[in-house]
């Protein structure tokens, strides 16, 4: 079992940055697959970069260049470092995890873009 908690949301002006964490707890957290999703109202939510358990990174292209994510295995902890943020950057961020069937989520963090 593994547990996510989100933390470092909030309102930002545009071209401002943010940092979010993942806090997990419970498994081996350097063998899970990691996330990071955002849903804004109204819409599905959708992946927003992803990171593998030895550092292997992907991004949705809108945050290529802006958005930069990392983990710390040691201190089972996940990061999504959000530059030149933009209005539509707006949205609840949650934190996955995975591992083969297994598929977990935190709360989620609101992130607000707007002047």
């Known amino acids: 079992q593994v547990q996510l908690v989100e933390s470092g949301g909030g309102l930002v002006q545009p071209g401002g940055s943010l940092r979010l964490s993942c806090a997990a707890s419970?498994?081996?957290?350097?063998?899970?697959?990691m996330a990071w999703y955002r849903q804004a109202p109204g819409l599905q939510r959708e992946l927003v970069a992803g990171?593998?358990?030895?550092?292997?990174?992907s991004y949705l292209d809108s945050v290529k260049g802006r958005f930069t994510i990392s983990r710390d295995n040691a201190k089972k902890t996940m990061y999504l470092q959000m530059n030149s943020l933009k209005p539509e950057d707006t949205g609840v961020y949650y934190c996955?995890?995975?591992?083969?069937?297994?598929?977990?989520w935190g709360q989620g963090t609101q992130v607000t873009v707007s002047s």
């Open positions: 990171i593998t358990g030895s550092g292997i990174t």
């Open positions: 419970g498994s081996i957290f350097s063998m899970y697959f």
């Open positions: 996955n995890s995975r591992r083969g069937s297994s598929d977990y």
